[in-house]
T-cell receptor
Framework: GAGVSQSPSNKVTEKGKDVELRCDPISGHTALYWYRQRLGQGLEFLIYFQGNSAPDKSGLPSDRFSAERTGESVSTLTIQRTQQEDSAVYLC?????????????FGEGSRLTVL | AQKVTQAQTEISVVEKEDVTLDCVYETRDTTYYLFWYKQPPSGELVFLIRRNSFDEQNEISGRYSWNFQKSTSSFNFTITASQVVDSAVYFCALEMNRDDKIIFGKGTRLHILP
């Protein structure tokens, strides 16, 4: 498709389980961002990938969170040993990444519910 | 440290009124970029505008206008003659040129009442 695609759109899991969230950016977009949005809250930066550079992981809240990206394509956000506080919508965005042209194109998000 | 503050958590106005959403930012960088995004009830964020730190000209697009003032580190957004379809959460965002990280404010939830 033409837009940013995220899967699953909804995930319900039990506390302590691991989850993987996937993001397919727009083709040709070198930059990819993950954000977390808790219910009724703002967007919390998690991690940023730009081409083959080392990712900016400064927003990851704990070592239970990790993310990978293969080249300039798909990214996976992994949350290990999920906690109830991890319940949120996880948003992925991509852009062409010339500085300041940064219109972000967002996916519809993956809603994670940890029981 | 970089920070974006949207002090207004929630605003309600009656249709056709004008409304201004405030955004105050903090950065030590001299080159940076500011954005506004809209998140309608459907959930998907939509880009509205970007501004670079060297361009303080105000911008108008239809019923939307933006007032960028470096002296007060503010980038406010005004909707003129509001409509029910403007009801959404609006986010202000800041990007630093040196690291490209884009951080968002907590958003302002806008209710336009018929």
């Amino acid at each position: 498709g033409a837009g940013v695609s995220q899967s699953p759109s909804n995930k319900v899991t039990e506390k302590g389980k691991d989850v993987e969230l996937r993001c397919d950016p727009i083709s040709g977009h070198t930059a990819l961002y993950w954000y977390r949005q808790r219910l009724g809250q703002g967007l919390e930066f998690l991690i940023y990938f730009q081409g083959n550079s080392a990712p900016d992981k400064s927003g990851l809240p704990s070592d239970r969170f990790s993310a990978e990206r293969t080249g300039e394509s798909v990214s996976t956000l992994t949350i290990q040993r999920t906690q109830q506080e991890d319940s949120a919508v996880y948003l992925c965005a991509s852009s062409t990444r010339l500085a300041g042209t940064g219109e972000l194109f967002f996916g519809e998000g993956s809603r994670l519910t940890v029981l | 440290a970089q920070k974006v503050t949207q002090a207004q958590t929630e605003i309600s106005v009656v249709e056709k009124e004008d409304v201004t959403l405030d955004c105050v930012y903090e950065t030590r960088d001299t080159t940076y970029y500011l954005f506004w995004y809209k998140q309608p009830p459907s959930g998907e964020l939509v880009f509205l505008i970007r501004r670079n730190s060297f361009d303080e000209q105000n911008e108008i697009s239809g019923r939307y206008s933006w007032n960028f003032q470096k002296s007060t580190s503010s980038f406010n957004f005004t909707i003129t003659a509001s409509q029910v379809v403007d009801s959404a959460v609006y986010f202000c965002a800041l990007e630093m040129n040196r690291d490209d990280k884009i951080i968002f404010g907590k958003g302002t939830r806008l209710h336009i009442l018929p």
